[in-house]
């Protein structure tokens, strides 16, 4: 959705050979607002399981509302965008969705039920206005066909990643010193900081004629399919296609220039059957659907491992900035990298890039199954069990009444409940803390029994059984870090190339349908992190194995099909 150049004044877009001034205030409208928005996916699901401050829901319960938080989420903009394409306007849009969303979070800092659909409620709204529309202003900051525009996205691109890492870290102190509603308060605040930076350089980032401008926008969309395809993947928060090398500018390795190579391969394009066009494109989302339901357990099962079972001294919120920050790392080298290939001719086909990427996505989780296998396997030492922390779930409560606890007991415990309807076993963590009666310290496996006793005082005989099986072994951050690298890489490998296969792939007359069906599929596959509700069923091995292969088979997939892909996708 580019701007015709003539319907942008000057002082818009200044300079044509450096970034206009605009570029600068949008980074730090969408930094802050992605620093509110990841400081409410790092803190939710451990803040609706929390006993004290939250509402004591079991892992399950928490990872079903994450799911489908996450579906409507990225399946906003579809909404959004076509509300300020056909009425409002970009940057009204845009202001709108930052209302909602500053509602939103500040809904999350009162402590009620009621108070959490209603947030879930405004920030999906937000999104829906927010995120397609400050992409798209972006791109409507530079002349159609500026070399300026990819590397603008790039940038743009940084500001949502270090948004994004810099808010599990505030979080993680904010709700350490003051609690989890203070925490969603700060979220608040970063939303009236990028409304603020938005409405302070209004006249920076979009042209006072605005409806002329959309108008310009919606003639020259057939011929700004990249544009089109880097503002849906950063309304996603996925890498633009800029960070493949593949269509750059500059000179062909045989002396030519690449904009002859893509009139080239547009005309092999052409010559492609649509039917068989539309068939990759499906085989593309269906990849999609599986990379983002594995991706996105960052927020839940991965938040969960993070708390639960890795040895550092806070809490799973933090493990949401891993991935941003490798992000931040990889991404130039990476670049780098393919432009080291590109010259030479080596650099691999989008496909085969698809396949190396979801291939490392497969990789990531056999980390953290190896990292689960030998946790799985310790027997818990008397030191141990004296410094650690518990939690009873289905999955132990299974355990243990195969090793002789009556059911009914257990029953019981899993099924108590205190006067505010919140668990006082199921799901509950126990840690080291002060009894409420003596005010001296406890033990975590102190305070488990004493919780299990009062709900059936026969519960005591079964002590070493309930224990090792609700020990909460922990594993070096190592772990974590390694995985969350290798699935970064494959996130850069996999996630800017499917938006721009997109844009050059679909039949002209679809490619509207078709942008609209990578929506879907990434809507699809967030819906499918509901997988997570069997966190606390299966062992935690057995469930990084299942997403793992997953991953894997969808590679193969990808491999087999690699050669009718590359016949129905000349030139990428």
């Keep these: 959705m580019s701007a015709n150049a003539n319907t942008i004044p000057a002082d818009v877009t200044g300079d044509l050979h450096k970034h206009p001034p605009g570029l600068y205030a949008l980074f730090g409208t969408e930094m802050w607002e992605r620093f509110s928005f990841y400081s409410m996916l790092a803190l939710f699901t451990l803040y609706l399981r929390d006993p004290t401050e939250g509402f004591g829901w079991t892992a399950a319960e928490a990872t079903g509302l994450y799911a489908n938080y996450l579906m409507f989420v990225y399946a906003s903009p579809l909404i959004g965008g076509f509300i300020a394409d056909r009425f409002t306007g970009y940057r009204k849009a845009v202001m709108i969705g930052g209302f909602f969303f500053m509602a939103g979070h500040g809904l999350l800092s009162i402590p009620a039920i009621w108070a959490v659909y209603l947030a879930l409620t405004c920030l ?34 940084m500001g949502i990643n270090v948004g994004a890492m810099l808010a599990p870290i505030v979080m993680e102190i904010v709700k350490a010193y003051f609690g989890f509603h203070a925490a969603f308060a700060v979220a608040a605040f970063g939303m009236v900081i990028s409304v603020a930076i938005l409405w302070k350089f209004k006249n920076l980032v979009e042209d006072p004629n605005a409806l002329a401008q959309r108008q310009a ?12 395809a880097d503002t ?39 010559a492609v059957p649509d039917w068989k066009r539309v068939m990759a494109l499906i085989v593309i989302f269906l990849i999609v659907i599986v990379f983002w339901m594995v991706f996105h357990q960052n927020g839940s099962t991965l938040t969960y491992w993070a708390d639960d079972n890795t040895a550092w001294n806070v809490t799973g919120t933090i493990s949401n900035a891993i991935n941003p920050m490798w992000i931040i790392i990889l991404t130039f080298p990476l670049v780098w ?53 518990f939690r009873i779930n289905e999955r132990v409560v299974n355990n243990v009444a195969a090793a002789g606890m009556p059911r009914a007991i257990l029953d019981r415990a899993m099924a108590a409940k ?3 309807g919140k668990n006082v076993i199921n799901d509950v963590k126990f840690s080291p803390t002060t009894n409420p009666v003596t005010n001296q310290p406890m033990t975590g496996a102190d305070a488990l029994m004493n919780s299990l006793k009062a709900v059936d005082p026969s519960a005591e005989q079964y002590r070493d059984s309930i224990l090792r099986h609700s020990y909460l072994f922990v594993m070096s951050p190592f772990w974590l870090l390694l995985a969350y690298g290798i699935i970064s890489l494959g996130e850069l490998m996999l996630s800017p190339m499917g938006l721009s296969l997109v844009s050059k792939v679909a039949p002209i007359r679809m490619r509207g349908l078709m942008m609209g069906g990578w929506f879907v599929a990434t809507a699809i596959g967030n819906k499918l992190t509901m997988i997570g509700i069997y966190w606390s069923i299966w062992y935690q091995s057995n469930f990084f194995l299942v997403l793992g292969l997953m991953a894997l088979v969808m590679a193969v997939v990808l491999a087999v099909l690699l050669k009718p892909l590359k016949k129905a996708m000349p030139g990428v």
Aim: proline share 6%; hydrophobic share 40%; no cysteine.
């Design 337 to 389: 990298f393919w432009g080291f290939l590109d010259k030479r001719g080596m650099e691999p086909s989008t496909p085969t890039k698809m396949a190396i990427g979801m291939t490392l996505t497969g990789l990531s989780f056999f980390v953290l199954y190896f990292a689960a296998i030998q946790g799985e396997s310790q027997q818990p030492t008397p030191e141990q069990l004296a410094t650690g922390s």
């Design 124 to 157: 999906v709204i937000g999104n829906g206005f927010f995120k397609p529309n400050v992409s798209t202003m972006v791109g409507n900051l530079y002349p159609e066909g500026s070399h300026l525009k990819d590397r603008a996205y790039n940038i743009f691109y």
């Design 232 to 270: 849906a993947a950063t309304a996603v928060d996925a890498p633009p296609h800029g960070i493949s090398q593949q269509d750059e500018g500059g000179k062909a390795a045989n002396g030519g220039t690449f904009a002859a190579d893509a009139r080239s391969r547009n005309a092999l394009m052409d």
């Design 217 to 228: 926008a919606r003639a020259n969309r057939a011929n700004g399919a990249d544009q089109a």
């Design 418 to 420: 205190d006067s505010d």
